[in-house]
């Protein structure tokens, strides 16, 4: 592993992580996304570069007080029935989006004032009209967002913030509510006409503004780079024939009776010369001031990665250093009978551990999971798993995931084999089977409480088939495989034998005993990702944009680098208090950020979220699991390869009679 304790690897590190930061937007369209002209009419012989209809397609529609995403006609808006909706792949399947054709359709250039779609009338004497209708009341006092998409290009709402900044939010929501003591919760505080008490505004009007960048000596006609709207809410006493004005689209929340609620667009089409359509993405993306935070928190790692290098080279420059030399000149008897610390336990240092099964199992399904997440990081540095590319960062994950079953049953055969386990059968198939079954079980639970609440990210039952069948037809076979080479290979050679009587542990002061070390290995390696925790976990349930992948594997390599060496010190000092029992120490060390991780979960939940509702709840703690027995399998791999490496090279520099 290396270890960077100079400032020049360190300065290395900061300039890789602004030349991915900076250019993150150039790389966005590298995987292909061809870029798409348009006219106002196609020239002839031109019609398969250059077209005039501009199609605008939903998304699934989400919200920060609730897990449960919803699909667009779940809330019985204007719909149209005769298209057939865009192919989805596994990442947007499995992250609930479902990308819908839409009744808003425009031509190029053309200007469009207020015109009708359709209006949706409720009876609330009627069940099922009173049904939907308190639906949409629960999507406007949830906040509910839509996500509109033009040109592959989310539809951005953008207003103003504090200290004079703009922020552009890739969606905008359905209404909001004023509540029975008149305040006005989320989007009603930007209208003073929204003053009803216990009334419900809804956004029934949207002026579309689309802007366009005429291309020189490329190709005909112009592309679009950027969509911005601006929702609205208007009664129109006159449905078929509205004019946009008056007041606002209210519904008392003890309404009874029939109310009709009409919904119109305004469109307008303008040049923008400044962006360029390579870097369409940057004005979404500029509006979240995250990048000094980013700068502090690898700043912060660095610091300690530099004090754990500095620790771990005085270690092996001039403790291990002189150990070494000195055990190396012990000729007589009398002098190894004075041997103490480390040197002691050399007969007993690679003794098999308890459960080693155990542990072999966890060490193939972390190699799996480590390269998964090195290969993903790397392509997501490329530009090839964008935001523009909608699912294809867990599309490549699971992919990846499902191909890399051989190195996992390799590393668990390997090591099985080593600690003298002869039950083969049942190491790979615990292999195979635990961790991802543990994985799928607790999926599979949440995947029927978003079936039961109607959600839709609740995963179909054929994509569901799917998965099944790349696991079991697919990993699983190459797990097999990877088992067989790992068995058939000669054991791990020690450069120690083991002795047949094990050596009895001497009493353990409190800081060297198991619980006391694990727990204090753990802190180290989350102080270097709890800053980049945050913006991720505000990604998963916040519904805001990740694409800061270059900060995002700077951190993965200091990780890598925090979690080795906080091991190797603490195994070291155990090795000199005369524990050998490392293996499962080394492991669950480096593993227990995990539960660091666990913790700082719970608190952003109660902290930063507002969840509200059991499913929401229960549904948020299911995916935290899932993400915590991940991330405790991959760092626990990591600290236990970096260990065995330690204790493998010092003892095999020492001379043993």
């Known amino acids: 592993m290396a270890v960077f304790p100079r400032a020049p690897a360190a300065l290395f590190l900061l300039v890789l992580a602004e030349t991915l930061t900076v250019q ?68 947007q399947v499995l992250f609930g989006e479902r990308i819908e054709p839409s009744p808003y359709k425009f031509a190029f250039k053309q200007k469009v004032d207020c015109k009708h779609v359709c209006t949706k009338s409720y009876n609330t004497e009627k069940a099922e009209d009173k049904a939907n209708l308190d639906f949409l009341k629960k999507g406007m006092l949830l906040n509910y967002q839509h996500h509109w998409i033009v040109d592959n290009m989310p539809v951005t709402w953008c207003y103003d913030v504090e200290d004079n900044q703009k922020f552009c939010n890739p969606g905008f929501p359905i209404g909001c509510y004023v509540t029975d003591s008149g305040k006005p919760k989320d989007a009603c505080v930007v209208n003073s006409d929204f003053n009803d008490k216990d009334t419900f505004y809804i956004f029934n009007h949207v002026d579309i503004t689309i802007f366009y960048h005429i291309v ?93 290098s500095g620790m771990v080279a005085m270690i092996m420059l001039r403790t291990l250093h002189k150990d070494i030399a000195r055990y190396n000149q012990m000729d007589s008897v009398e002098d190894a009978q004075e041997e103490f610390g480390w040197k002691l336990v050399h007969g007993d240092v690679f003794r098999p551990p308890r459960k080693g099964m155990l542990l072999s199992v966890f060490l193939g399904s972390g190699t799996q999971i480590f390269i998964m997440t090195f290969v993903t990081l790397f392509f997501a540095c490329l530009g090839f798993l964008s935001p523009a590319n909608r699912g294809a960062l867990m599309t490549c994950a699971v992919v990846l995931w499902v191909l890399l079953g051989t190195p996992a049953g390799y590393v668990a055969a390997r090591f099985y084999k080593s600690f003298g386990g002869e039950k083969w059968k049942t190491n790979v198939l615990l292999t195979a089977f635990l961790c991802p079954g543990v994985v799928f079980a607790d999926f599979f639970l949440m995947n029927l409480i978003l079936w039961g609440e109607g959600s839709s990210a609740a995963m179909p039952f054929g994509t569901l088939v799917a998965i099944l069948a790349l696991w079991f037809c697919i990993s699983v076979p190459l797990t097999f495989i990877g088992a067989y080479f790992g068995f058939k290979k000669a054991g791990i050679e020690h450069p120690v034998r083991t002795n047949q009587i094990p050596r009895q542990i001497p009493e353990q002061s409190f800081y060297t005993k198991p619980l006391p070390g694990i727990i204090m290995g753990g802190i180290l390696p989350f102080g270097c990702i709890f800053i980049q925790l945050f913006f991720i976990l505000n ?80 549904l948020y703690f299911g995916y935290t699991m899932i993400m915590a027995l991940i991330f405790f399998l991959f760092t626990g791999t990591i600290g236990f390869f970096a260990c065995f490496w330690f204790v493998t090279k010092i003892y095999s520099v020492v001379k043993v009679d």
């Open 216 to 308: 020189e000596n490329e190709s005909a006609g112009a592309r679009l780079v950027a969509a911005k709207l601006e929702p609205k809410s208007y009664k129109q006493p006159k449905p078929d024939a509205p004019d946009c004005t008056g007041p606002p689209m209210s519904l008392n929340n003890k309404f009874k009776g029939e109310i009709q609620i009409p919904y119109t667009y305004s469109v307008q089409f303008l040049e923008e010369q400044n962006i360029r359509w390579a870097s369409r993405w940057d004005y979404i993306l500029e509006s979240m001031p995250h990048t000094n935070i980013q700068w502090f928190s690898i700043m912060n790692s660095l610091v300690i990665v530099l004090f754990l």
């Open 24 to 91: 993150r937007v150039v790389a966005f369209y590298l995987p292909g996304l061809a870029p798409v002209s348009f006219c106002e009419k196609p020239a002839e012989g031109e019609g398969a570069e250059c077209q005039d209809k501009i199609e605008l397609f939903v998304n699934r529609l989400d919200s920060v007080e609730s897990v449960l995403p919803y699909e667009y006609t779940a809330f019985d808006f204007c719909t149209v029935d005769a298209e057939k909706r865009p192919s989805e792949n596994l990442g």
């Open 539 to 618: 990604s998963i349930w916040s519904h805001q944009m990740y694409y800061m992948f270059g900060f995002l594997f700077l951190v993965f390599i200091i990780l890598l680098i925090t979690c080795s060496e906080a091991t190797i010190l603490l195994c070291y000092f155990h090795l000199c208090a005369e524990d050998y029992h490392w293996q499962w120490r080394s492991f669950l060390t480096s593993g227990f950020t995990a539960a660091y991780f666990l913790v700082y979960a719970v608190h952003y939940f109660f902290s930063k979220l507002q969840i509200t509702g059991l499913a929401s709840t229960i």
